[in-house]
């Protein structure tokens, strides 16, 4: 009897976890099949007409794809065999609040759409469809986007700093009876117009106000530009770190990034070393 249960739970073991055979691998496509099902009924759920129409059948359908997600999380509970760390492991973590928002639903009613949110197990279609060459072109994306945190802070610092002094400006020229009440309600009106989004919900009505407009949309219109360049270059610069274009000299530091450099253009070092 010990031999058979052990048996099941090793068959069991490959069928959620061994991702390379082809009985794990029927149980993954099933899974994403059921979590894509899952989401749409979520989403349509959330449109009153289709609510009306078909209430019953999302609530049969939705309990059913409960029953589904929450037999399989007590089963990989119960197989790991390191159970801690499955459980605070990110899937783990995504596969319990997949399950937890329906049960906090009876209490927060809208908490129930947040099950949407084990759509992100559909990340192990990288590993069940052998997509592992975009899993390296993301980490490429994760080095590049480290490399400009310093940039990236002080450019949103930078755009903090406009923000506070155009929104109080705004509020001492326009004032209440243009619907700028006050500072924080100014500062909403300039984040939505140096990111160019423009709901026009606030809008200046004085000369001196239509003329800081004026310069603040002009100014986004660069500021859009900036965080692009440099996420552009570190990527650049990431890619052609990878293919070994570029050395730096063993002296003073300096990379150069081009084939054809011999020397250090800083202090005439030999660049025969790659980074």
């Known amino acids: 009897m010990r031999d058979k249960k052990d048996a099941l739970k ?17 149980f993954d496509i099933l899974l994403i099949v059921a979590i894509l099902s899952n989401t749409i009924l979520i ?3 959330s449109v009153d007409k289709i609510l009306k129409a078909y209430g019953f059948w999302i609530l049969i359908l939705g309990w059913l794809f409960l029953f589904i997600f929450a037999v399989e999380y007590i089963l990989r509970i119960f197989l790991s065999e390191n159970k801690k760390s499955y459980i605070f492991s990110f ?4 596969d319990l609040l997949a399950i937890l928002p329906v049960f906090l639903g009876f209490v927060f009613p809208q908490l129930r759409f947040l099950v949407v949110i084990r759509v ?28 400009s945190r310093a940039k990236i802070t002080v450019f949103l610092f930078t755009i903090f700093f406009i923000i506070i002094i155009v929104g109080s400006m705004m509020y001492v020229i326009e004032g209440p009876e243009n619907d700028f009440d006050n500072i924080p309600e100014s500062m909403y009106w300039a984040i939505v117009t ?11 009505q004085t ?10 949309m002009i100014i986004g219109y660069g500021i859009l ?21 570029v050395r730096t000299c063993s002296n ?3 990379e150069s990034n081009t084939d054809e450099d011999m020397f250090c253009s800083k202090c005439g070092t030999p660049l025969n070393n790659k980074k």
């Open 194 to 204: 140096v990111s160019t989004v423009g709901y026009g919900d606030i809008s200046p």
């Open 120 to 147: 992100l197990r559909l990340l192990r279609l990288f590993s069940i469809l052998k997509m592992g060459r975009y899993v390296d072109e993301s980490s490429h994306l994760l080095r590049a986007l480290r490399a």
């Open 43 to 45: 989403i349509a759920e």
């Open 252 to 254: 003073c530091k300096k």
């Open 207 to 216: 000369p001196i106000g239509k003329f800081i407009s004026s310069m603040l």
């Open 91 to 94: 899937f783990g973590i995504i």
């Open 10 to 26: 090793e068959k069991l073991y490959t069928i959620i976890f061994e991702t390379d055979t082809p009985a794990g691998k029927a």
């Open 225 to 245: 530009a900036v965080p692009t360049g440099i996420i552009s270059h570190e990527l650049a610069h990431t890619s052609m770190i990878n293919k070994g274009k």
